[in-house]
């Protein structure tokens, strides 16, 4: 069992950046894939970045290209979301995953939300204008 809790979140202008983190505990994260997802109001859980076990392997949401960046640091049992040139459509809570089940295929399967059996509780990033 994995406990996820994401930090990093809060307000900031549009153009800023923030660092997310995700610290796992209860067993190492080094065999996991790990996601990132959000949720905006009023919308469905969209999916952001995801990272292989080694970090050898990202994706990326459209949305995000270019823009985030994922990282891992299995040493410290960490994931991160570098996010610069944030937007207002960027505001939403942000949570991580984890994903025990093997290597990704593909996009579509890093970035299918079934695949991830442990979720942190989310903290909100919100963007003003």
């Known amino acids: 069992q994995i406990h996820l809790v994401e930090s990093g979140g809060g307000l900031v202008q549009a153009g800023g950046s923030l660092r997310l983190s995700c610290a796992a505990s209860?067993?190492?994260?080094?065999?996991?894939?790990m996601g990132w997802f959000r949720q905006a109001p009023g919308k469905e859980r969209e999916f952001v970045a995801a990272?292989?076990?080694?970090?050898?392997?990202?994706y990326y949401g459209d949305s995000v290209k270019g823009r985030f960046s994922i990282s891992r640091d299995n040493a410290k049992n960490t994931a991160y979301l570098q996010m610069n040139s944030l937007k207002p459509e960027d505001t939403a809570v942000y949570y991580c995953?984890?994903?025990?089940?093997?290597?990704?295929?593909?996009?579509?399967?890093?970035?299918?939300?079934?695949?991830?059996?442990?979720w942190g509780q989310g903290t909100q990033v919100t963007v003003s204008s």
């Open positions: 995953a984890a994903d025990p089940t093997g290597y990704y295929s593909d996009y579509d399967n890093a970035a299918s939300q079934n695949r991830y059996a442990y």
């Open positions: 209860g067993r190492a994260l080094g065999a996991d894939n």
């Open positions: 990272i292989t076990p080694t970090g050898m392997i990202t």
